[in-house]
C-alpha cells in the first residue's frame, strides 16, 4: 500500500499529515531481528545446544572463550558508571549473550567514586557498577540516600533503562533502595549470588590485575545474570510461552516404553518442572508439545502426583505424530503469540534442528543434566522480567476461557445476545502511575494491535503523565468468563489544536469480541474531553505484524484503503461522535 | 608428567593466547611487550582463562612474569609439580 494510492476526497474529515513510514521500524525491538539468517538454523540451534554445557555447567573462561558465534548478533551498548573494574564481566558478557543473540558493545569511563556521570556517546542502557565498600566513612544508610541522589541525577540526564549493581550491600539496605521506585532503574540483589559462589566471591589477589575484589568466578556469573537475565529485562519485549517436550526431558524414560510409572523423575528434573511451575505462576504460558497419545499422557499425569506439574499448568497441549514445528504453529495459533515471544525446549537435537529450519523460534537443548537445562531455560532473554503485572496472572486463565467465548457466540443468536451474555466491562483511568510497568510492557510487547509502534520508555510514559499536554488513558476489560485486566493503551500530547497519538495498542487477547472501535472511542472521548482540540492525529508506523491495527484504523476512519499506511488527521469531534456499542458497561 | 603430556600443555597455551589475544598465528618466540594485542586487558582475560584450563592459582607476583608462552608453560609446570 502507498500513501499517494489513498483517496481522501471522499472522507472531508481526513487527512494526511506526513509520508508514510516505509521502513520497518522494529528492529530496534524486536526479540531478534535474526530471523533467515544462521541464528534460526539447524547449525545455529546445534551449536547452541552444544554451548549450554560451557555456559551453564561449571564456568570455565578458557571455555568461554571457545563460544564465538558464526551468526550475527543483535548489538546492545552498555555504559558503566563505575568505581572498580568492569573488564572481567565484561569479557564474559560475550559468550552469553551470543547464546541468545545479543552482542553487548561496552562503554567504561574511568573509575569515579563520586559518581560524577559522564554521558559521552549513545548507549542503550546504563549500568552503575559500585563497590561500596571504596565509600569510606559512609555508613549504609548514608550510601543509599547518596546512591538515590546520583540515580535521579542520572534519571534526570538520559531516558536509558538503567541497572545498578552496588555490594556489598547488606539486604535491608538493597530492600531500601527498591523501595525508591525511580522510573526504568532497577536494583538487582547481588547477594543470592555471593551466597551461591561462597567463598569463592571476592578474590583480593587478583585486584591488581582486574580492578575488582571480585573474582573470576562470580565476575562470570555476574556476565551471566546479566546478559541473559537483567539487560534484556531492561530492553527486551518478554517471552510470553515457554514449550516443552515430554519424554526426556520433564523426566528421565519414555511413556511409550517406560510406561506412566516406569518413567524416572530425579531430583534434577523435580527442580525442572518445579522452575516451570514457578514459571506458570509468574503468568508465563506453559505449551506441551509431544509425540504421544493425548490419553497416554493424562494417563501420565493422572499417575504421578509426585510431578509437580500437573497437566493443568499447561495452556495448550499438543500431541501428534507431526514434525514438531507443526505442533508449535498450533501452540502459537492457540495462545494467539507470535514465535518471538517463545522458547522450546526439547531433549531430541534432530527435533531442534528440524524446528529451526522451519521457523524464527528459540531453543533450548534438554541434556542428560536437567539442572543444566533449568540454567538454560531460566536464561532465555526475556523470559525474566524485573516484575509480574496483575495481567501475568490472568493471562493464563483468560487465554483458557477463549474457547468458552467462542462457543458463546457460535450459539448466540445476535451480536446483542452475545455481548449481553458475556456481560463485557470496559474499564478507563487516566495517568495512573502505578499501572505505568504494566503500561510500558503492553506498549512494547504488542505487535499486531499497535498502531504507532513508538514503543516508549518507562521513562517517556511517567514523563507524559506528568505533562499537563500529555494523558496516558488505559483500558481494562472484564465479561463473566474472565477478567483480561489491563489491555489497551491509548495515550497522546496536545501540540496546538492537535492532539497527537503517541501510543494506541491493545493486547491480543483483546480482539476477537469486535469491541476494538468501542474501546477506542470511549479513550478518545476521554482525551477530548481533559485536552479540547480541534483534530487527532493518528501517526501510523508500518512494521511487520501490525497490519490487523492499520486495517481497523482504515476502517475505523472510513477510508476504503485497505490499510492505513501513513499518518492520518481526523476532526475531533467527528470521532467522539462516532457510535459506541451501548451493551458495553463502561466505568470511568 | 610425560614428555607428550607436556607438550600438549603446550600447545594448550599457544592456542590461549591465539584466542585471547585474537591474532592469526601462535607467538611461540615473542614475549608479551612485543605483542601489541596483549594489553592488560587481555592479559587479564588470558591469566584467568589459563588458571580455569589448567586449574592453578597464580600468586600476584607471578602475574607480571607470565610473559611468554615459555614462561607461562614453566610456572604452570611448577604449579602442577608442587
Redesign the interface.
Known amino acids: 500500500m502507498n500513501a499517494n494510492r489513498i483517496k481522501l476526497e471522499d472522507t472531508p474529515h481526513i487527512g494526511t499529515k506526513t509520508p508514510a513510514a516505509t521502513h520497518c521500524d522494529e528492529q530496534k525491538h524486536a526479540k531478534l531481528a535474526l530471523t533467515g539468517c544462521e541464528f534460526f538454523s539447524s547449525a545455529g540451534a546445534l551449536t547452541r545446544a552444544e554451548w549450554q554445557r560451557v555456559l551453564f555447567g561449571r564456568p570455565n573462561r578458557a571455555h568461554l572463550l571457545e563460544c564465538t558465534p558464526p551468526w550475527p548478533c543483535r548489538s546492545l551498548c552498555v555504559r558503566v558508571n563505575g568505581n572498580h573494574g568492569f573488564a572481567p564481566v565484561a569479557s564474559a558478557l560475550a559468550a552469553y549473550g551470543a547464546w541468545n543473540g545479543l552482542e553487548f558493545n561496552v562503554l567504561a569511563g574511568p573509575y569515579d567514586d563520586t559518581m560524577s556521570l559522564h554521558l559521552e556517546g549513545k548507549a542503550d542502557l546504563e549500568l552503575v557498577w559500585l563497590d561500596v565498600s571504596r565509600l569510606t566513612g559512609l555508613d549504609s544508610e548514608s550510601i543509599v540516600a547518596w546512591l538515590i541522589e546520583r540515580l535521579q541525577v542520572l534519571r534526570a540526564a538520559t531516558i536509558n533503562p538503567i541497572i545498578c549493581l552496588a555490594f556489598p550491600l547488606p539486604s535491608a539496605a538493597m530492600e531500601e533502595l527498591q523501595r525508591h521506585e525511580i522510573p526504568g532503574v532497577q536494583f538487582p540483589d547481588m547477594n543470592p549470588l555471593a551466597t551461591e559462589t561462597g567463598p569463592a566471591w571476592l578474590d583480593s589477589r587478583t585486584l591488581v590485575l582486574s580492578g575488582t575484589r571480585l573474582s573470576s568466578v562470580a565476575c562470570m556469573r555476574i556476565a551471566r545474570e546479566l546478559a541473559c537475565r537483567w539487560i534484556p529485562a531492561s530492553t527486551m519485549p518478554p517471552v510470553k510461552a515457554m514449550v516443552v517436550d515430554l519424554d526426556n526431558t520433564l523426566f528421565s524414560g519414555v511413556i511409550a516404553e517406560d510406561e506412566s510409572h516406569g518413567v524416572r523423575l530425579t531430583p534434577a528434573h523435580r527442580a525442572l518442572q518445579s522452575s516451570l511451575v514457578s514459571l506458570h505462576e509468574q503468568g508465563v504460558y506453559l505449551a506441551l508439545v509431544s509425540r504421544n497419545e493425548m490419553a497416554d499422557i493424562e494417563t501420565l499425569f493422572a499417575a504421578r502426583p509426585d510431578f509437580p506439574l500437573r497437566l493443568s499448568h499447561f495452556a495448550t497441549v499438543q500431541a501428534s505424530w507431526d514434525d514438531k514445528s507443526i505442533a508449535l504453529r498450533k501452540v502459537a495459533d492457540a495462545l494467539r503469540i507470535d514465535f518471538s515471544a517463545m522458547a522450546y525446549v526439547d531433549d531430541n537435537a534432530g527435533e531442534l534442528a528440524e524446528i529451526a529450519e522451519q521457523l524464527p523460534l528459540f531453543t533450548v537443548h534438554a541434556g542428560a543434566d536437567a539442572l543444566q537445562t533449568c540454567a538454560a531455560l531460566n536464561s532465555v532473554a526475556g523470559l525474566f522480567r524485573w516484575r509480574r503485572s496483575r495481567e501475568d496472572g490472568l493471562r493464563a486463565i483468560d487465554i483458557g476461557t477463549s474457547a468458552r467465548r467462542a462457543s458463546v457466540a457460535a450459539t448466540a443468536r445476535s451480536r446483542a445476545d452475545y455481548l449481553r451474555d458475556l456481560q463485557v466491562r470496559l474499564g478507563y483511568a487516566v495517568n495512573d502511575k502505578q499501572t505505568l510497568p504494566r503500561v510500558h510492557e503492553l506498549v512494547h510487547k504488542t505487535n499486531q494491535f499497535n498502531v504507532t509502534l513508538r514503543r516508549l520508555s518507562e521513562v517517556e510514559l511517567a514523563r507524559m503523565t506528568a505533562d499537563e499536554n500529555s494523558r496516558v488513558v488505559t483500558i481494562s476489560l472484564e465479561d463473566r468468563l474472565s477478567d483480561s485486566g489491563l489491555i489497551g493503551v491509548v495515550a497522546a500530547t496536545r501540540d496546538a489544536d492537535t492532539l497527537i497519538i503517541a501510543e494506541l495498542c491493545l493486547s491480543c487477547r483483546a480482539l476477537g469480541r469486535h469491541l476494538e472501535s468501542t474501546m477506542v472511542t470511549h479513550a478518545l472521548r476521554i482525551l477530548a474531553g481533559e485536552l479540547p482540540v480541534s483534530r487527532v492525529t493518528f501517526p501510523v508506523r508500518i512494521g511487520p505484524r501490525n497490519g490487523p491495527a492499520r486495517k481497523w484504523l482504515a476502517t475505523y476512519l472510513g477510508l476504503n484503503i485497505g490499510e492505513a499506511c501513513s499518518d492520518l488527521t481526523a476532526e475531533a469531534r467527528w470521532l467522539v461522535e462516532r457510535p459506541v456499542d451501548e451493551l458495553v458497561t463502561v466505568r470511568f | 608428567m610425560s614428555i607428550a603430556s607436556e607438550r600438549e600443555r603446550e600447545q594448550r597455551i599457544q592456542e590461549?593466547i591465539v584466542?585471547?589475544l585474537r591474532i592469526d598465528a601462535p607467538v611461540v618466540a615473542l614475549v608479551r611487550s612485543e605483542i601489541p594485542e596483549w594489553d592488560s586487558?587481555k592479559?587479564?582475560?588470558l591469566?584467568?582463562?589459563?588458571?580455569?584450563?589448567f586449574g592453578v592459582?597464580f600468586?600476584?607476583a607471578e602475574?607480571a612474569a607470565l610473559v611468554s608462552p615459555g614462561e607461562i608453560a614453566n610456572i604452570i609446570k611448577e604449579h602442577l609439580a608442587s
Open positions: 590461549l584466542r585471547v586487558l592479559h587479564m582475560e591469566v584467568f582463562a589459563l588458571e580455569d584450563e592459582r600468586d600476584e602475574f
